[in-house]
Every structure is written in structure tokens, then in C-alpha cells.
């Protein structure tokens, strides 16, 4: 029984990839229709990035004396955690989005998926430009520890589509969690250490930084820029939590991919 | 050999209340039966329904709104899985079921081209291969390097018509006949509908037009509440109907 879950949810992804033209044809399509007739087009998500980025660093940070160190915090944190918050923001409405589409072609879930996934990789790719500019502009040297870094994002790439299904399947059955998970990635910015670090300070802070997942995802890209060093007590935990949330999404996608058609 | 069997085919869901402090959504389906009371309700849409279509043959599905019509021809394409019964198709099944959906007002004619053949799990040769004619049948000749939303209407449902119809289908599955455009374009695409027609392995046309039911199939299944009514030659049913 969990053998046959299991196995039409790999079908439904397996036919996924096969057809991943598709989902990356609609999801550059997504992103250039967003930016149709503007001036600076998908540029506009870099200015997005930097107008953050140095409200934080020039607004919230102003006259500390180590400035450098902690611009690259900022831009780091702020890459990670706009992909993140943007990723599980779609991902609630993404059945109801894509009801048309659902209830007239064959396609398998895993395209939409993918298709926001995409889209999402995309616009990170612009604020990535992005951080690393100020990553060089503060004096961050360029190391081999960057690696770690680039196994990091890996890493969020790799769990992303299991927390897309989760949230997607979550939204179709639950509607009211759109407004939850919005309200709850609108505050997670200041639930997570995105532009404060945790530092010492004790209580509250204390424990937001270490009960919130977030912080490791975070950490696993953040770290190695900033030490020199791998995490790898985030690496392993974040690995964990995927693996979790893969299991759990390949038993929700198996179970309900043939039904969600009738709750939409 | 392209066949398609279905045996006590059934398709029950369930209409759910969702969990929300929100007004209820009074709306209800638009067919079968509806079962049960208080929190759980089950829609019937499909009970009991057997067939065997083989090589040539053209089923018409008829019924009134909401009988199952649409639902069946969903069931046979894919999109919903049957909760009893069995469905085996052998065969590659296309569906000309909303021809237009899923067409990009930004991008232009010939992109939207690409989109709806790699959606229909075209490969790009394939694409290549069928879209100067897609382009040539659809007459648009030079917009098709425009946006779609500066098309008309007419333009719109005749790009619409073209791609939907460049197919080599063994199993074609139809929600109404479909036609676009202006008188003359109408002919034209009455004659590559024939054409389409023609070609298929098998056609499961759902209509109300008894007239073109007549001329086109050869096997009439009359649908009723989610039943079958009866299932006919089309010769019995023109002379009993």
C-alpha cells in the first residue's frame, strides 16, 4: 500500500522531468510576462534586492564599526530567505492557480511544481547577482569556502519541490492557509534571523534561533561565507529536514495527486 | 490496435465542507446524484457504465446536462480516476476539450505555437514539423510574430482551432464539435474535423446536435444520471429517437 503510494508519486515526477521543457518554457514565460513592458524588465528584482539590502545595512545598521561583516550577513540572509518566503508563498495557491490547467490536461502535478520552482531559481538568480556584488563591495574575499555555500543552495534547490507539493496539497484542502502561511512568511522575516544574529543575546531571540528551521537554511549558505568554514551541524540538520519533507510529500503526492482534482 | 474497454466504470466523490469560518459555498455540482446529508455529501457522477470500443468505431454520448457526458469523456482521457470499475485504453488518447486554454496574451502566435505542442508532449521536431502548416491553416500570416492579445477574437479561436487539430490521433476524444471563424474559415475547419475524424482509431464525440451524431458515429451510449440509458447502433437510435 505505501509501496503503491510511493511508486505513483515517482511516476508523477518521473513524467514530470521527462517533460521539462515544458515547465521551463512557462516558467521564463512567467517571469518575462511579469516584466512585460517595463523599462529595465526582470531588473527590476536586483533593485528590488538592493533597496533591502541597504535599508538594512545603511538604515537599521548605521554606525557600527563592523559594517563589512555584517553587509555580507544581511545580503546573504536576504537571498536565502526572499526564496524562501516567495517559494512557500506560491505554493499555497498553487493547485487553485493552476485549476484550469488541472481540470483540462493531463499533465502531472509535478510540472506545476516544477514550473514554481523555476520561476523562483530564476528570480533568486537575479538577487544572487546581487548579493554577491555587496558580498565584494564590503570586502568579502572570494575562497573556496563558497563551495560550501554553493552545496548550501544546492541543498534548498534539492528540498524546494518537497515543500512546494506539501504546501500545495496543503492550500488546495485547507484554503484558509494561504492567508496563514502569507502572514506567517510576512513576520518570518523578523522571526528569523534574516538581519539580526542571534549573538549572545538570551531569551526570546534564543529561542527563535534555535527552534526555527528557517535559521539553518539560512546558516548553510550564510556560514561559510562569513567564517570560512562548512556548518556542518546546519548541513546534516537541513539534509534531515529534507529528507523528512520528502518522504511526507512523496506520500501526500501519491495519495491525493488523482483527487485534488475534485477539491479545486 | 487501438481499443478502449470500459467495465462498471464509477466515479463517486466526495463534495467536501472545508475547513474554513467562512460563509459555506452553497454551490453544487452540476450533475449526478447527490447522496448523503450533513457534513459528508457524495456526487455520483458515474455508476455502472460498460462499453467496448474497437478499431473504428465512433461512439456519440448523449444526454441530457449534466448526465455525465463530460465526465466520462474526462474519465477516458485521464484527468479523473475512477473509484470502481476499470478503464483500459489502449492507444494514444488526444482530447479537443477547451481548445484554448492555456494560450499566453504576451506572447506571440508562433510561441504560443511551441507552448501548447510541448504541453501536448510534442518534441520540438515535431513542433517544427507542423508549424508552418499550423501557421498556413490558421491564416494569421503575419501576426503570427505578434502578441496573442492583439488578436481578435476570430483570430484568436482560429489559432486556437489550428493547433488543437494538427494531430495524428489514434483516440480522439470531443466535448461538442468544435469550429472557429468566419463562414469560410467554418468550412474549412468542418472539413479538417471530417478529415481528423476520418483518420482516428476511435472518436468518442459527446453532443447535443443529434443530426451530426447521426452522420458521424456508428455507437450511440445515452446517459442518464450518471447511468447508462441504453447503448445503440446508430441506425437503431436515429430510428427509434
Known sequence: MMLATIESALDDIHSGLRMRRVWIALAQEDIGDQHRRTALGPLWLLINYFAFAGTFIFVIHRGDTSTGSYAAYVATGLLVWFYIMETLSQSVSLFVREEGFIKGTTLPLSVYVMRLLMQSAIRAAYALVGCIVILLLSGTALSTAWLWSALGVLLILATTPAAIILFAFLGAYFPDSQFIVSNIMRIGMFLTPVFWSYEGSGGVRHLLYYW?????????????????????????LCGAIGLVLWTAALMVLGLFRKRVVFVI | MVSIRVSNLGLVYRLRKKLTLAARDRRLPTGGRLEGKGRTQYVTALDGVNFELTAGDRLGLVGANGAGKTTLLKVLYGIYAPTSGSVEVEGRVDALFNISLGFRREATGRRNIVLRGLMNGWNMDEIEARMEDVIEFSELGDFIDLPFKTYSQGMAARLAFSVATSLDPEILLMDEWIGAGDPKFQDKARDRMSELAEKAGIIVLASHNHALLKKTCNKILELENGGVKSLHLAEEWAASA
Open chain 1, 212 to 236: 526555527n528551521p528557517f535559521t539553518y537554511f539560512l546558516e548553510i549558505v550564510r556560514v561559510p561565507i562569513l567564517t570560512g568554514g562548512p556548518p556542518i551541524d546546519s548541513l546534516l
